[in-house]
């Protein structure tokens, strides 16, 4: 009709404007110079078919990318391979640095990036290209060895750098049945969960995972490269820290794991996509790839002892030297300096059972203080200790322990001479029970109502706070440090460096004094049982100086690292009352014949005592022998609650919290169901024309049977996750169209207060009772809609949690038509004709059937299983929801 209605001389003009539109949109997209900070590397073709969707690049700047076009390769090859939904461009920022850092040295070295283009595919969300990607990588690294053929220096392995899922992969390659791990010499992982999958979508991400985790923990005697992890810190929301540290073997002591907040130099916690271009953190990698270079190969060294002592000195502690791999311990004293003896009363106390303390406030890298053995006045040779200090954002500091070196008669600070710049040193000597007080942290649950603080009225350049009971991760307090200074015209400076000895994450405070400053306490890793050591608050004070240290617990802060770690299991218990919200609904309906409004029975089936204590019990049963043979005998899988356990992460009061919280996600979840229903009838009749209540019940309308084959089909040619999609929205459709019937019926027919509701749904005993099949009033249809809309809430959850392999299927259309493996084909098959027969089900055709009760009394036992086995695995989730709609289906026939 419409075009019926154009003339052809408007249709061309309409053709010739979408032209030109279309030419705009093409040139601000495409239409500009090729990238040149990229140069794609040309697989064999068999490859490039293999993985039509992957490319590898080198990465190349201005004169060194026009000297290398013709793939002339004499650098050092560092493959970068980015994470989810990261781009092969994210090499620039390390590899813009490496340049320049090899032009100020005349490229005496320099490196060569490579970047794999994963064509930013969803490994995150969708585990199944994993393996794929690791394969893929394998083969890349054989073809830039090759690339250097001939080379008189030519490497033999890569060192790679891996963000995010990146470094995943990097560790699978050793999985690969022909990998050989000479390939690689050193692996740098940044913000990587190496534990456990942030959001275990699907069964092929924690397979991926189990498979990896369990090699490198069986196999860590033979893995002979280095591996760094570096993590983002709590700016990182998307893959917390404590996912990121590779666990600790004592057989396998070439592995570091480190917060960047820890990191010299660097200091500075950072977000999951900041961590990769972070100019600090960027700079002090370059810097450890310099410095193991080995100068007779010209390639990084081989020598796993010098590796470990670059990695620690660049990302663990900074002597604020240049790195040496031997360096000279005993420095000629002699030559034009001047010797100022000090004999302040400070200087000239001697005691072998007291501590040295210094700081300097410049930060060059020459040496500043050393011993002399047994001298009178002037030594002439002494042995350097600026090995032993350690570098911060401000200054140097260096603390001894005199009794360790008795042979010491002198100490010499070398003061170098300045040009304009002011030089300060500071020292001190103290015996360290006198700079270390004991501040316990208040209680989890006092809610900082209390607090608790210590008083430092010495005037001493530094102190050890030890922070008592201060070791679990769901702690978190703020402590507040108050310094009051004497009148001084100077500008000083404090450093609070937070201290957590059994793992490198620390973080440090820099603060003008006098002043307030606030300052969190929270962990990334619990501490282990085995461990005694202490939390400290390391503070470099002025001796102008009195400082008062208040600490009380943080109830927000608590409650940010809950969301932290437990965030990823709220589907879980949304999912577990939207179970029991169901079952509440096809007993009231058994027992009274009609259906509550879905908040009302949320509010009455959704009780954290039907989940949680059974949860307890089965934990505290499996540490009975007997009850885990019965336990693996079933083949039943770990319980989460034992998988948090292992990660110092279970806690009881945790699971009522977020139960609580599932209730009121479950309860907005309804509500937005009923909503968008009543929106989407209101359009139906306001674009449509309106239609009448069903005459009877038809289960199988002629249409249903054409559509689930059709359903199925799409299912299996292409992704499970669509035709899910596709079949919930032909069920929302008939919800849609009953309530736009409802509705219109209402509108069209006189009220009749005679007959109440209750009335409406008595059974007619006579003639009509014997009818084949059930005629639907509007009262039936008004239990029809309160019943869907719980099936609508439960199913949605469902086909939400499915939609990351659809993503993952639409973004790779191009490349692959049919998804490949498909975690959501089996769920689809059982989905697609259930959710056919639910579309045309009405109370009043199941409120009679034999299955109604035993649909209702399972929801109690399927929302425990969904807390005891889907909270750490959400692909279990859906497992337990399609029980409850296949008997609710079946409830038609039965």
């Not at 139960?659 to 996600?665: A, E, H, I, V, Y």
Request: hydrophobic residues 45%; aromatic residues 12%; positive net charge.
């Amino acid at each position: 009709m419409f075009l019926r209605s154009v003339s052809l001389r408007n249709l061309a003009f309409y053709v010739f404007m979408v032209l030109l539109a279309t030419l705009g949109v093409w040139d601000v997209f495409f239409g500009f110079e090729e990238n040149k900070c990229s140069m794609k590397i040309e697989l064999p073709k068999k490859l490039a078919k293999r993985y039509p969707a992957y490319e590898l690049y080198l990465y190349g700047e201005g004169s060194y990318a026009e000297e290398h076009k013709i793939l002339l390769l004499t650098g050092i090859p560092v493959l970068f391979l980015p994470g989810n939904a990261g781009s092969y461009k994210q090499v620039r920022s390390v590899g813009s640095i490496a340049l320049r850092k090899a032009e100020d040295i005349d490229f005496k070295y320099h490196f060569d990036f490579f970047s794999v283009n994963f064509n930013e595919e969803l490994v995150a969300l969708y585990g199944g290209s994993l393996q794929k990607q690791t394969k893929f990588v394998h083969e890349c690294i054989k073809a830039i060895l090759k690339l250097y053929n001939g080379q008189e220096f030519a490497p033999k392995s890569v060192a790679i750098i891996g963000h995010s899922m990146g470094g995943l992969v990097a560790r699978a390659l050793l999985t690969l049945k022909n990998f050989k791990q000479e390939l690689i010499n050193l692996l740098i992982t940044q913000a990587t969960p190496h534990v456990a999958p942030v959001m275990p979508l699907d069964r092929f991400i924690t397979d991926f995972y189990m498979t990896v985790n369990n090699y490198w923990i069986l196999n860590a005697r033979h893995i002979n490269f280095t591996t760094v992890s570096v993590a983002g810190g709590f700016r990182d929301y998307q893959v917390r820290s404590g996912l990121t540290f590779l666990p600790k073997l004592s057989h396998h002591t070439s592995a570091l794991s480190v917060v960047s907040s820890a990191v010299p130099k660097t200091w500075v916690s950072t977000d999951h996509l900041s961590i990769v271009w972070c100019k600090q953190l960027q700079l002090t990698t370059i810097r450890a790839f310099f410095d193991l270079i080995d100068a007779d190969t010209k390639q990084i060294t081989q020598n796993p002892k010098k590796k470990l002592s670059v990695l620690n000195h660049h990302f663990i502690r900074h002597p604020a030297k240049h790195f040496e791999e031997n360096p000279a311990i005993i420095s000629d004293l002699t030559g034009t300096s001047l010797w100022v003896p000090v004999k302040v009363s400070r200087w000239t106390f001697v005691a072998y059972n007291c501590d040295l303390f210094c700081i300097i406030n410049q930060q060059d890298t020459n040496s500043w203080i050393f011993g002399c053995i047994n001298s009178t006045s002037m030594c002439q040779q002494g042995v350097d200790l600026s090995w032993r200090a350690e570098l911060l954002p401000t200054i140097k500091s260096l603390m001894l322990r005199l009794q360790d070196y008795p042979s010491l008669s002198h100490l010499v600070v070398y003061v170098p001479s300045v040009h304009g710049s002011k030089f300060v040193v500071n020292c001190e000597f103290f015996k360290r029970e006198t700079r270390s007080i004991q501040l316990p942290v208040t209680h989890l649950f006092s809610f900082g109502l209390t607090s608790r603080k210590v008083l430092l009225n010495a005037s001493g350049l530094y102190y050890n706070i030890e922070l008592l009971n201060f070791g679990q991760i769901y702690q978190a307090f703020k402590l507040n440090v108050v310094s009051k200074c004497s009148r001084t015209k100077e500008e000083i400076t404090s450093i609070y460096k937070l201290h957590i000895p059994w793992s490198y994450e620390d973080s440090l405070t820099i603060a003008q004094v006098p002043s307030s400053t606030e300052i969190s306490l929270k962990l990334h890793i619990a501490q282990p049982e085995d461990d005694n050591h202490v939390a400290l608050l390391k503070m470099y004070t002025s001796s102008h100086c009195r400082y008062e240290v208040t600490v009380k617990t943080s109830f927000s802060q608590i409650l940010g690292q809950v969301v932290r770690l437990h965030g990823g299991a709220l589907p879980a218990y949304v999912m577990s009352n939207v179970l029991l919200a169901h079952g509440g609904q096809l007993y009231s309906l058994f027992s009274t014949g009609y259906c509550l409004e879905y908040a009302a029975v949320l509010d009455k089936e959704a009780k954290p005592y039907k989940v949680d204590p059974f949860v307890i019990m089965i934990k505290f049963l499996l540490g009975y022998k007997w009850f885990k043979e019965l336990w693996d005998l079933l083949l039943l899988p770990e319980l989460d609650a034992i998988v948090l356990t292992s990660q110092s992460m279970c806690f009881p009061a945790i699971s009522l919290l977020f139960f609580l919280f599932g209730t009121c996600t479950a309860n907005w979840s309804g509500l937005l169901s009923c909503a968008s229903v009543r929106l989407l009838s209101s359009l139906w009749l306001a674009l449509k024309r309106p239609s009448e209540l069903p005459k009877d019940v038809k289960i199988l309308s002629p249409e249903v049977p054409f559509l689930t084959v059709a359903l199925l089909v799409v299912s299996w040619t292409t992704c499970g996750a669509f035709a899910i999609l596709l079949s919930f929205v032909c069920y929302t459709y008939k919800v849609v169209h009953l309530q736009a019937s409802l509705t219109h019926f209402k509108s069209s027919q006189s009220v009749n207060t005679k007959h109440s509701r209750r009335s409406e749904k008595k059974p007619n005993l006579g003639a009509d009772s014997a009818a084949p099949l059930p005629r639907v009033s509007a009262a039936d249809a008004e239990d029809s809609l309160r019943m869907h809309t719980a099936l609508l809430t439960l199913l949605g959850w469902v086909v939400l949690l499915s939609t990351p392999s659809l993503v993952y299927w639409l973004k790779n259309l191009r490349y692959y038509f049919k998804l490949n493996p498909d975690p959501c084909k089996p769920l689809a098959f059982i989905l697609i004709p259930t959710m056919a027969v639910l579309g045309n089900t009405y109370t009043v055709s199941i409120k009679s059937s034999k299955l109604l009760k035993t649909a209702s009394q399972l929801a109690p036992p399927l929302a425990v299983g969904v807390i005891a086995f889907g909270s750490t695995h959400l692909y279990r989730i859906p497992a337990f929801a399609f029980i409850p709609v296949v008997l609710h289906a079946l409830c038609n026939v039965m």
